[in-house]
């Protein structure tokens, strides 16, 4: 599966955004999928997740209560509602399949997560 991510941008401290990962490939329903984020000089961090059939969801302690993941399958999209953003939430937001189909666990690494897209800048400014 090939993921694009769209969405991002420059939005103020309690403002939001909607990111959006479109995906191309037959299986997009097969997946579970995640939303990561890389800000400047910092690693690579897991965000959100949902599981191939939206039936569950997690989410970092960071973005609990500001951030909603759902998925569209017969759109092949996941998107990523981001409300009450913080200066610190500034990252590239990233898009992933996880490499096993129906993944049913609550661990997500990155490293266990492959096709991924290009990235989206969000910003946030105080």
């Known amino acids: 599966v090939q993921l694009q991510a769209s969405g991002g941008g420059l939005v103020q401290a309690g403002g939001s955004l909607r990111l959006s990962c479109a995906a191309s490939?037959?299986?997009?329903?097969?997946?579970?999928m995640g939303w990561f984020r890389q800000g400047p000089g910092k690693e690579r961090e897991f965000v959100a997740a949902?599981?191939?059939?939206?039936?569950?969801?997690d989410y970092a302690d960071s973005v609990k209560g500001r951030f909603t993941i759902s998925r569209d399958n017969a759109e092949n999209t996941v998107y990523l509602q981001m409300n009450s953003l913080k200066p610190e939430d500034t990252a590239v937001y990233y898009c992933?399949?996880?490499?096993?189909?129906?993944?049913?666990?609550?661990?997500?690494?990155?490293?266990?997560?492959?096709?991924w897209g290009q990235g989206t800048q969000v910003t946030v400014s105080s």
């Open positions: 490939g037959r299986k997009f329903s097969s997946y579970t």
């Open positions: 992933a399949a996880h490499r096993v189909t129906y993944y049913g666990g609550t661990y997500y690494s990155p490293s266990d997560f492959r096709s």
């Open positions: 949902i599981k191939w059939n939206g039936g569950s969801i």
